[in-house]
């Protein structure tokens, strides 16, 4: 079963520094990182940096449209270029189907502020103890939906038909 989580960190930097970790986890089999991406927001920002890890996630679980339309959920802002147009609805509608609700993303939106950090993960295989013994003391706060097989296979059905069209228009 895989899960996608949702660290949240007090600053810039602590997503980064999270990944690091995770590395370090992955390369010890601790965990294994199916795909992840980065939300870093200076506080002299309007609005966050995101960025898919395509280094761990190898090609992608999830795909550049699944990071992009929840980015655009939660801070209202494309990711690889995919504009949020008239379809989002849709397409919100089919996240909640497979776990990602509108709680969620309220809760997101409001702790990923200015000055803050957050890294997105779809995990698997994970030795809980040893991977929350290593971040313990690192002042996250971890947000977290759990994805059974099916819900995984439905996320990846609803984005790999986005996937092969052009971007959405805003």
Do not use: C, Y
Not at 10 to 15: M, Q, R, S
Not at 127 to 156: W, Y
């Amino acid at each position: 079963m895989a899960t996608l989580t949702a660290w949240k960190f007090p600053t810039p930097e602590g997503a980064d520094q999270a990944l690091a970790t995770l590395e370090q986890l992955q390369k010890q089999e601790l965990i294994q990182v199916l795909d992840a991406a980065v939300v870093t927001w200076p506080a002299d920002r309007k609005r966050p940096k995101t960025r898919q890890l395509h280094n761990l996630a190898g090609g992608g679980a999830l795909g550049g449209s699944f990071w992009g339309l929840l980015f655009g959920l939660i801070f209202f802002v494309p990711l690889l270029g995919m504009a949020i147009g008239a379809a989002t609805g849709a397409l919100a509608g089919s996240m909640s189907d497979v776990g990602i609700d509108d709680e969620f993303i309220d809760e997101v939106r409001s702790k990923v502020t200015p000055g803050s950090s957050a890294l997105f993960a779809l995990t698997a295989n994970a030795v809980t103890d040893k991977v929350s013994e290593a971040f313990r003391g690192s002042h996250a706060e971890l947000l977290h939906t759990n994805l059974s097989s099916d819900q995984e296979a439905a996320l990846r059905e609803v984005f790999t038909d986005v996937d092969e069209q052009e971007p959405l228009k805003a």
